[in-house]
């Protein structure tokens, strides 16, 4: 079983092609990682995301708002393609945030507006591994500090990166050193899945 890889970030509002470019190359990490990159299904840093894991022949599972295809694209005019998957919730914009988080072994999050801030909430809630790619716009240099803000303990880890790569890298090498998967077996597969891939692309 691969690990799933939550990105989240900006669906929308003014992106640069500096910050499309980093969540592109965010995705493509995650793909040669042997991971699937899981995101809410919609455009922006997050779809260009999985356009990078798409590039790198990667699998994508895209978490849909809508109750159906139809209303994935004409209510909430999101796409269909390249994603290998789509679940089609019907919980609306915040109740898929809920999804999001729960469908992904670990998140990173790319720039960020109202909605990823959400996401962000939930997961350090949860207590997830999450990781930030510093300087990615939004309020990606915030989250630091909104945790700090909180003064709660849920036991999430936080890992900060300017560099898309290095903190795909990281974020796994974190979360297969502390036993964050829910068994020894499943974390003896995602190993062996991380190091067949990186003997294909070495």
């Not at 990159?37 to 022949?57: E, Q, R, Y």
């Not at 919730?89 to 072994?105: A, K, Y």
């Not at 890298?169 to 899945?193: F, H, M, W």
Request: hydrophobic share 40%.
């Amino acid at each position: 079983m691969r690990i799933q890889i939550g990105v989240m970030g900006s669906a929308g509002g003014v992106l640069t092609e500096p910050q499309l470019t980093l969540a592109r190359r965010l995705g493509r990490r995650i793909a040669e990682k042997g991971c699937v990159i899981v995101t809410g299904a919609c455009p922006g840093l997050p779809h260009a995301a999985v356009l990078g894991a798409t590039d790198a022949g990667g699998v994508s599972l895209g978490v849909s708002p809508a109750r159906s295809r139809e209303e994935h694209v004409t209510v909430f005019e999101s796409p269909l393609d390249p994603y290998t998957t789509l679940v089609f919730t019907g919980s609306g914009l915040m109740g898929r945030e809920t999804h999001n988080i729960h469908s992904s072994d670990l998140v990173l999050f790319v720039g960020g507006r109202s909605g990823t801030l959400g996401e962000f909430a939930i997961a350090y809630d949860e207590g997830k591994l999450i990781g930030i790619l510093r300087d990615s716009g939004g309020i990606s240099n915030d989250f630091a500090n909104i945790a700090k803000l909180v003064e709660k303990n849920t036991g999430a880890t936080l890992i900060e990166d300017d560099d898309p790569g290095r903190l795909v890298d990281r974020c796994l090498d974190e979360y297969l050193r502390t036993d964050r998967p829910t068994s020894v077996a499943l974390a003896g597969q995602a190993q062996r899945a991380v190091a067949i891939t990186e003997e294909r692309h070495g």
